[in-house]
């Protein structure tokens, strides 16, 4: 008779085991969150919520089991148009890839059409929070004339690196942004890497390997789903609507980190939410964000209007409960100021609305009555001034 290979006395069949029945209960925890009091609030939102978990573990499968290994390292495309989380932009693609201290990297490619392109490290802290180990931006690289550059990872600074981030013990992973104008005609950039150091001899799989890792994709499913529908709760809890008194100012993200300007309840709201949310959601110090949460009826549209920051790059775009963007292939979800027609004054006013009531600047709210707006600037010289207001339809309807 053959070994009996899943006898859970077998101490290796029992730790893949183990791990096996732990992930199936993370990935239940995730969907106890889709329907929890802080989850979904309609049909669609539930719809959309287990849609997410699915794109969660899609990603997590791909980021921390099969492309795990920092010291054999290859990219993986995190967000995609079918794939999000963590608040994606759809002028963006990011690139994910886990990093080892210990190990000195060579990154190279082509900026290609890019707007913006920039590698920004991540670490964790001995308590286990994460933060930024390093960036580094387009406007502080060496490219040659054709647009191909090399950045050098590594704990010391080789002699003749025009590029370079530092690495220590704390550094876990990277991820590359690469911003567009255009999706239709823009040259992606390229972005390739390898491990300078020679890299051990490859060991056969282990269970306590598989265990490990497969671990690692629940906890991220459950975790990532779980910070997504707290920061959509917190966020709510200062909402802009058409009961609205006053004129909402945003919350802001600036180097990653929350501020809230002069109004005392987005202050209140700012100081209540753990900054573990938001350091988890992998910021950058280059990028200024404004947002709000909306609700609005279906005579009523959402109503952003702000002056154009002096930045690389911005743009105005809406997310779900889950802080993803809705079908961009198919939907007007976002605009960026490419996009966008300014007023006669230099200002902008865009408007979120069932129904285009013939605005300029029109944002789909892809069937929902409430979710999240946000407003970001790249490498901005100023902060964002921007506002958000709730008004009917018949104030923008065409003057007969």
């Not at 939410?273 to 549209?301: F, M, V």
Request: charged share 25%; net charge negative; with cysteine.
């Amino acid at each position: 008779m053959s070994e009996n290979n899943t006898d859970a006395s077998n101490p290796e069949a029992s730790a893949s085991l183990t791990a096996w029945k732990q992930f199936l209960a993370n990935l239940a925890e995730a969907g106890e969150t889709i329907c929890s009091p802080t989850g979904a609030r309609t049909p669609q939102e539930r719809a959309e919520g287990f849609r997410y978990l699915t794109r969660l573990l899609g990603a997590g499968l791909d980021m921390h089991l099969e492309q795990a290994d920092p010291a054999r390292p290859f990219f993986t495309e995190m967000l995609t148009p079918t794939r999000k989380f963590l608040g994606d932009n759809p002028d963006t693609r990011y690139d994910y890839v886990p990093l080892d201290g210990n190990h000195s990297y060579r990154v190279w490619g082509n900026r290609g059409d890019s707007v913006y392109l920039a590698l920004c490290v991540y670490g964790k802290k001995p308590d286990g929070n994460p933060n930024i180990g390093g960036n580094l931006s387009d406007a502080d690289m060496h490219f040659e004339d054709d647009g191909s550059y090399e950045v050098i990872l590594s704990a010391e600074k080789p002699d003749g690196a025009r590029n370079w981030l530092p690495l220590n013990s704390e550094t876990t992973s990277m991820v590359v942004r690469k911003y567009f104008m255009e999706h239709a005609t823009n040259a992606l950039a390229e972005v390739q890497i390898e491990v300078l150091d020679p890299a051990p001899a490859l060991d056969p799989y282990t269970e306590a390997e598989f265990a490990k890792r497969l671990g690692t994709v629940g906890n991220f499913v459950a975790d990532t789903s779980s910070m997504a529908a707290a920061l959509s709760v917190f966020a709510a809890l200062n909402s802009v609507t058409g009961d609205a008194t006053e004129e909402y100012v945003a919350l802001q993200v600036v180097d990653g980190e929350i501020k809230a300007g002069e109004n005392k309840s987005a202050q209140e709201l700012a100081a209540s939410i753990d900054p573990k949310i938001i350091a988890a959601h992998l910021p950058t110090p280059d990028i200024q964000y404004a947002g709000a949460w909306w609700k609005i009826r279906d005579d009523e549209a959402v109503v952003v209007e702000g002056k154009p920051p002096k930045a690389r790059y911005w743009s105005v775009q809406i997310f779900t409960r889950w802080l993803e963007s809705p079908d961009y292939r198919h939907l007007s979800v976002s605009l960026n100021h490419g996009q966008v027609k300014l007023e006669d004054d230099g200002s902008f006013r865009i408007l979120i609305s069932k129904e285009n009531p013939g605005a300029a600047n029109w944002i789909d709210p892809s069937g929902h009555s409430e979710g999240q707006v946000c407003c970001r600037a790249l490498i901005a010289e100023e902060p964002l001034e921007v506002k958000f207001r709730v008004a009917k339809l018949s104030e923008f309807a065409p003057k007969s």
